[in-house]
Nanobody, 123 residues
Framework: QVQLVESGGGLVQPGGSLRLACAVS????????IGWFRQAPGKEREGVLC????????YYADSVKGRFTISRDNAKNTVYLQMNSLKPEDTAVYYC????????????????WGQGTQVTVSS
């Protein structure tokens, strides 16, 4: 059974940085796409970034371009979301999710999800 566990969330001041990690277990193939999503209170879950061996990196939130990056360590089965220059509007619960092969920014196409980690950007 596939499990995804996020870590690294917390409270940070505007302009600060956080690195989220998504540890994947119970799955051995590299032919998968791992996406990061976020959901702010009262808003729909939105795609942020995704990475796959077939397509590389895909951005789905224009607001994070130039500030967020995604990377993957296949040896550790972990995907990272590096978030720099954080803004209050980045406050949300961040989720990682996995699907076969290709990235998409639509949450409904992802099969496995982590429990989420809270990121709060506030002074």
């Amino acid at each position: 059974q596939v499990q995804l566990v996020e870590s690294g969330g917390g409270l940070v001041q505007p302009g600060g940085s956080l690195r989220l990690a998504c540890a994947v277990s119970g799955f051995t193939s590299d032919a998968s796409a791992i996406g990061w999503f976020r959901q702010a209170p009262g808003k729909e879950r939105e795609g942020v970034l995704c990475i796959s061996d077939s397509e590389g990196i895909k951005y789905y939130a224009d607001s994070v371009k130039g500030r967020f990056t995604i990377s993957r360590d296949n040896a550790k089965n972990t995907v990272y979301l590096q978030m720099n220059s954080l803004k209050p509007e980045d406050t949300a619960v961040y989720y990682c999710a996995m699907r076969d092969y290709y990235c998409t920014g639509h949450p409904r196409y992802f099969d496995s999800w982590g429990q989420g980690t809270q990121v709060t950007v506030s002074s």
